[in-house]
């Protein structure tokens, strides 16, 4: 899901003709990738591109992965990641209201957020029923880290539990806020809620757009009850589909939105590392309409594409639950300090 700092993408911001972007201004070691290259310069564009050292080890020695532009892998914990990327003050620009409504969501971002809200609940209704079972509180208090225009919070709320949400996106938290819900602005590094003071904590399609996630997940540790639950969803970099396709995976395209692309392994050693202990790790799919299906597809084949076209127009609301099991939802336990 977006988290408004969740949620992220200078690539997007390329093919998305209402977005700004941003100019590289340096060079890498990794060979070009089929990539869009960034389209015209944005605020702060002329900045040079800023290296990174492996957010879980903290090394520098690092390898190109697929041939994609400035993707690395740590050669000593396995964590593949961005860099050099750009500041993070650009970083976090890029959640506007056009992140909710943009037109080459592949790229990142989302075609219309709230028109497929629909679909959004049900995902998330399925996410809670996998949760549910994890949390130990009767009413229990969550707080949805990138929680958007508040929709997983609807569900929560539906659930009977209580909840708020944080996000950096001003256009998302007005929509959250609308619903009735306390969506305060921020991320988790900054954001001034007491320690031990959730049951839940949620990073729906988030930790990968974060500059420091394993400073935020230590972070999460913190306002977790111990033995709280924890529970994020993220692209699968390990999973089978990522790996025969390599730089023509999907979930390599949003470079600059997503920051880390984790695998199983190397997200459970930075949740371990911050004090989780992982419980269940699934893979997850979503529900989507057949025109949102049809964007995504055209991307590995065409045919597909145009059959499901197709059939989009004779059942245009269709909606089915898709799946290529290259995202996981990671549910954890929040070990004593
Ligand atoms: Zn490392």
Redesign the pocket.
């Known amino acids: 899901m977006c988290y408004a700092f969740s949620r992220r993408a200078f690539l997007r911001r390329a093919a998305c003709p209402r977005r700004a972007g941003l100019r590289r201004t340096s060079t890498t070691t990794t060979p070009a990738s089929p990539i869009r290259p960034l389209a015209r310069p944005a605020a702060g564009a002329g900045r040079t591109l800023v290296h990174v050292p ?1 957010n ?2 903290g ?1 520098e020695v690092t390898h190109g992965v697929h041939n994609v532009s400035r993707l690395v892998r ?1 050669v ?2 396995g ?1 593949v990641f961005v860099s050099p990327r750009p500041p993070d003050e650009l970083l976090a620009a890029q959640y506007d209201r056009d992140y909710f409504h943009c037109s080459e969501p592949t790229f990142g971002g989302y075609e219309d957020y709230e028109a497929d809200r629909a679909e959004i609940t049900r995902t998330f209704r399925r996410r809670m029923r996998q949760l549910a079972p994890f949390v130990g509180a009767a009413a229990p208090r969550l707080l949805d880290v990138g929680c958007a225009t508040g929709i997983f919070l609807e569900v929560a709320r539906d659930a009977g539990w209580s909840g708020e949400g944080l996000d950096i996106s001003e256009y998302a938290l007005a929509r959250a806020r609308e619903k009735g819900f306390a969506a305060r602005p921020g991320t988790l590094a900054d954001a001034d809620f007491s320690p031990r003071s959730f049951d839940v904590l949620t990073l729906w399609d988030v930790v990968e757009h974060l500059p420091d996630p394993a400073g935020a997940l230590a972070r999460a540790h913190r306002l977790l009850r111990p033995g709280g639950t924890l529970a994020l969803s993220t692209p699968d970099a390990g999973s089978l589909l990522a790996r025969l396709l390599g730089r023509r995976w999907l979930g390599f395209r949003p470079i600059d939105e997503h920051l880390y692309f984790f695998s199983r392994r190397t997200l459970a050693a930075m949740l371990a590392a911050a004090g989780f202990e992982v419980r269940a790790t699934h893979a997850v799919g979503k529900y989507l309409t057949l025109p949102r299906l049809v964007e995504r597809l055209r991307f590995y084949t065409r045919a597909g594409a145009f059959l499901l076209r197709t059939a989009d127009r004779l059942v245009p609301r269709l909606s089915l639950y898709v799946t290529s099991f290259d995202t996981m939802v990671v549910i954890a336990t929040r070990r004593p300090d």
Do not use: T, Y
Request: hydrophobic share 10%; proline share 0%; net charge positive.
């Open positions: 492996c879980h080890c090394r740590c000593h914990c964590l």
